[in-house]
């Protein structure tokens, strides 16, 4: 393709045309993703796509159980394997404690899919019981999908604004355990290389980026997007369910 000089007349081929559009959708599509307003072709990591089982709306924060997929291998295993899960989502209830669960990422409607996370770090809206809890999960019998404090539980609280009741707070979901004195199951990880279809070498360091690096691992997860890899030195949390160890006990 050539420039033009201003006035010239232009005769635009289809093709071309064509290469503009699709050059213009991928630029409106990165920054809609680098916003944080949505989420590129495939899934962030620890981001999964919900749907909402309820006749509401759930809104932005409310926590819900994840009761199963949309697809199961039974009903299509080449959707199953080739597309990104969408879960069912519920309120949690007392026959529901111990599933996994989610935060919301942004409104649902009732029957419309969304985005949640499941492992991570993210802001929410949490019911502070007590001052000293230091984990937090759905309430049972909760109509709104609540999230309330806790003493022992999967999300650990990174932080919260003090005193009790409605309060924000940083949540590491997926990483907490069952308690104080449960092992951590996600940790920070610096990228060494690889990519996604055979896994990244990673440097793990289970007391935090300032403690330094105590053995190497390879770790297998989604990308942002499907046909791009996370760059060597970047810092992501890793889940020990996705990690297999050449060193020290993440197997």
Same mark, same amino acid.
């Given at each position: 393709? @050539?420039?033009?000089?201003? /006035?010239?007349?232009?005769?635009?081929?289809?093709?071309?045309?064509?290469?503009?559009?699709?050059?213009?959708?991928?630029?409106?599509?990165?920054?809609?993703?680098?916003?944080?307003?949505?989420? %590129?072709?495939?899934?962030?990591?620890?981001? +999964?796509?919900? #749907?909402?089982? @309820?006749?509401?709306?759930?809104? &932005?924060?409310?926590?819900?159980?994840?009761?199963?997929?949309?697809?199961?291998?039974?009903?299509?295993?080449?959707?199953? +394997?080739?597309?990104?899960? +969408?879960?069912?989502?519920?309120?949690?209830?007392?026959? &529901?404690?111990?599933?996994?669960?989610?935060? !919301? !990422?942004?409104?649902?409607? %009732?029957?419309?899919?969304?985005?949640?996370? +499941?492992?991570?770090?993210?802001?929410?809206?949490?019911?502070?019981?007590?001052?000293?809890?230091? *984990?937090?999960?759905? &309430?049972?019998?909760?109509?709104?999908?609540?999230?309330?404090?806790?003493?022992?539980?999967?999300? &650990?609280?990174?932080?919260? @604004?003090? =005193?009790?009741?409605?309060?924000? $707070?940083? !949540?590491?979901?997926?990483?907490?355990?069952?308690?104080? /004195?449960?092992?951590?199951?996600?940790?920070?990880?610096?990228?060494? =290389? /690889?990519?996604?279809?055979?896994? *990244?070498?990673?440097?793990?360091?289970?007391?935090?980026?300032?403690?330094?690096?105590?053995?190497? %691992? #390879?770790?297998?997860?989604?990308?942002?997007?499907?046909? $791009?890899?996370?760059? %060597?030195?970047?810092?992501?949390?890793?889940?020990?369910?996705?990690?297999?160890?050449?060193?020290?006990? @993440?197997?």
């Amino acid at each position: 393709m @050539e420039k033009v000089r201003s /006035g010239e007349a232009v005769n635009i081929k289809a093709s071309t045309w064509n290469a503009f559009v699709d050059a213009a959708n991928f630029v409106k599509e990165a920054k809609h993703s680098a916003s944080g307003k949505g989420v %590129a072709s495939g899934l962030d990591v620890g981001i +999964v796509r919900v #749907k909402n089982g @309820e006749s509401t709306l759930m809104e &932005r924060f409310s926590g819900l159980v994840l009761t199963g997929v949309a697809v199961t291998p039974e009903t299509n295993e080449d959707e199953f +394997v080739s597309c990104p899960p +969408v879960f069912s989502g519920m309120l949690m209830t007392a026959a &529901r404690e111990g599933m996994p669960w989610c935060v !919301l !990422l942004e409104p649902i409607p %009732a029957g419309e899919i969304g985005r949640a996370m +499941v492992l991570g770090v993210t802001p929410a809206k949490i019911t502070v019981s007590a001052s000293d809890d230091q *984990y937090a999960q759905p &309430r049972a019998g909760s109509s709104t999908g609540v999230i309330e404090t806790a003493a022992t539980g999967t999300a &650990r609280i990174l932080w919260k @604004e003090s =005193g009790t009741g409605t309060k924000w $707070a940083i !949540l590491q979901l997926g990483g907490a355990g069952s308690g104080g /004195g449960g092992e951590e199951k996600a940790l920070m990880c610096k990228v060494t =290389g /690889g990519d996604s279809t055979n896994g *990244y070498s990673v440097t793990v360091y289970p007391n935090g980026r300032s403690e330094g690096g105590t053995h190497s %691992a #390879k770790l297998f997860l989604p990308d942002v997007a499907l046909d $791009a890899d996370i760059p %060597a030195g970047t810092w992501i949390i890793g889940h020990k369910g996705a990690m297999s160890s050449t060193g020290g006990s @993440e197997t």
